[in-house]
Nanobody
């Protein structure tokens, strides 16, 4: 069974840092396009970042460019979202996602992804 299990969420101060982890089981994450999304209450889920299965393409939402970094650790079969200098507006529930041999479009749409984590709350506040 394919599963994505998230961890690392919590409270972080503005200007601090936080790293979200998403451990994959039942499949090799390296063969999947991966992405991070976030969703506020009553809002649509929006793409934060993605990387293609080949690793050749990456994209970030304009709001997080230069601050967040998506990565994949093959040995640990885990994906990460490094959040540097978070802002209060980054407060959301964050979800990891993956799709086999997928790409990474600039829009970072949710439609191609068929494997999802359960979500983890990130709160940015002083």
């Amino acid at each position: 069974q394919l599963q994505l299990v998230e961890s690392g969420g919590g409270l972080v101060q503005p200007g601090g840092s936080l790293r979200l982890s998403c451990a994959a089981s039942g499949f090799t994450l390296d063969n999947y396009a991966i992405a991070w999304f976030r969703q506020a209450p009553g809002k649509e889920r929006e793409g934060v970042s993605c990387i293609s299965s080949s690793g050749g393409s990456t994209n970030y939402a304009d709001s997080v460019k230069g601050r967040f970094t998506i990565s994949r650790d093959k040995a640990k079969n885990t994906m990460y979202l490094q959040m540097n200098r978070p802002k209060p507006e980054d407060t959301d529930v964050y979800y990891c996602a993956a799709v086999r041999f997928g790409g990474c479009a600039p829009s970072i749409g949710i439609q191609p992804y068929d494997n999802w984590g359960q979500g983890t709350q990130v709160t940015v506040s002083s």
